[in-house]
Structure formats: structure tokens, C-alpha cells
């Protein structure tokens, strides 16, 4: 069945850098885009940033652009989201997501996410 | 960008209806065809349950249907259950391979 595993959350000063990882399974990573969404405590869901199937292209909400990169390693099925400086603001649950198919924009398997705290 | 915007809280009866908006602009709800609703439930993942409008994946129950007109995107929830109490989340492509998410709603089954 299909999985996306988070992982790399914990607490970080603000200013530091961290970076997420997403391992992937049961079915062919190579051919699906990725996304992150995060949800910082009791709010809405956040895009963050997609990356095309072959990492070839990237895309990233305003909010993070210039911060966030995010990547993937199609031999170790594993999608990443570096983030640099963080914010107090940056403090959220970070889901992984997959995009259902290449001709639509939703979402059909998401992680259970891993928390993020920014505190000092 | 700004969230797409969806009422804060809504309520309903074992058996009733009822439908949550999801209004954007031309850039996003307006522009395109790619709306998608998640579920949530607490200290849980989203789960899809509408996309391209108005289409339902599999698994899904009917009772679920979406729709859009204009600028706005709806879904509606017929024959209400209390397994639907959870947080629901409309999506849009925003362009620019972006993606925009409504600021949620809390479905309360009374």
C-alpha cells in the first residue's frame, strides 16, 4: 500500500536550519510529483512547495520562496525540504503529499506528518 | 496570496445537508477547474474527497459532491453521519503551479 513517511522534526532555535525527510513506498516514486503542505498549530493547511517527478522543476509559496528548497532522491525513494532561518512562523506540523496525477492539482496521499517547533 | 475563504463553523442535524462555500478569485477558484476538498479529522492526515470540482475518488461516499460557479466552489454533504464531524478544507490551483487552501471550516454534527 502506499506510504509516505515523515521524518527530521523536532525543536530548533530560530536561525537555524533543518531539513525534512519523506520515504516513500508501494508505489513508483519516480513517477509521481511531490508536495509539502504544513499546518501550524490549530490553523488551516499551507501549500509549501511541489517538486516534478524527475526534480526537474520547483515550486514554492511566497511565503517560503528563498528559505525552502525543497528536493528528492529518486534511487532512495526519499523526497526532502531543507529550511534555512527559521521563523517563529515556521512552527507547524509538515505534511509530505503526493500529487495524484499530472494532469490534476490534489492531493491523494499525505503523511502524518512531523512537528517543527521554533523556540529559543 | 491570500487563503481562499470558507466560513469559520457550521452545524447540522443527524440526516440534514448541508454545504460549505469556498470563494476565491479569477486567478484561482474562477481561473480553473482544479478544486479539491480534504477532510480532517484531529491529529489527523487530510483525506481527499473532491477534486476537479466535482469528481469523488474511490471510497468515497456519494453523500459527498462538490460544484463550482464563478469565483466560488461548494461542497455538500447530504444525509449528514456523525463520522462527518471533522475540519474541511477546500484547495485551488492558484497558476503558476501553485496551489492556495480555504482556511477550513468546522463541521459539527449536532
Known amino acids: 500500500q502506499v506510504q509516505v513517511v515523515e521524518s527530521g522534526g523536532g525543536v530548533v532555535q530560530p536561525g537555524r536550519s533543518l531539513r525534512l525527510s519523506c520515504a516513500a513506498s508501494g508505489f513508483s516514486f519516480n513517477n509521481f510529483d511531490m508536495n509539502w503542505v504544513r499546518q501550524a498549530p490549530g490553523k488551516g493547511l499551507e501549500w509549501v512547495a511541489i517538486?516534478?517527478?524527475?526534480?526537474?522543476?520547483?515550486y514554492y509559496a511566497d511565503s517560503v520562496r528563498g528559505r525552502f528548497t525543497i528536493s528528492r532522491d529518486n534511487s532512495k525513494n526519499t523526497l526532502y525540504l531543507q529550511i534555512n532561518s527559521l521563523r517563529d512562523e515556521d512552527t507547524a506540523v509538515y505534511y509530505c503529499?503526493?500529487?495524484?496525477?499530472?494532469?490534476?492539482?490534489?492531493?491523494?496521499?499525505w503523511g502524518q506528518g512531523v512537528l517543527v517547533t521554533v523556540s529559543s | 496570496q491570500s487563503a481562499l475563504t470558507q466560513p469559520r463553523s457550521l452545524s447540522g442535524s443527524p440526516g440534514q445537508s448541508v454545504t460549505i462555500s469556498c470563494t476565491g478569485t479569477s486567478s484561482d477558484v474562477g481561473g480553473y477547474n482544479f478544486v479539491s476538498w480534504y477532510q480532517q479529522h484531529p491529529d489527523k492526515a487530510p483525506k481527499l474527497m473532491i477534486y476537479d470540482a466535482n469528481k469523488r475518488p474511490s471510497g468515497v461516499p456519494d453523500r459527498f459532491s462538490g460544484s463550482k460557479s464563478g469565483n466560488t466552489a461548494s461542497l455538500t454533504i447530504s444525509g449528514l453521519q456523525a463520522e462527518d464531524e471533522a475540519d474541511y478544507y477546500c484547495?485551488?490551483?492558484?497558476?503558476?503551479?501553485?496551489?492556495?487552501f480555504g482556511g477550513g471550516t468546522k463541521l459539527t454534527v449536532l
Open positions: 503529499a503526493r500529487r495524484r496525477h499530472r494532469s490534476t492539482w490534489d492531493i491523494d496521499y
Open positions: 517538486i516534478w517527478y524527475d526534480g526537474s522543476n520547483k
Open positions: 484547495c485551488s490551483y492558484a497558476g503558476i503551479h501553485t496551489l492556495l
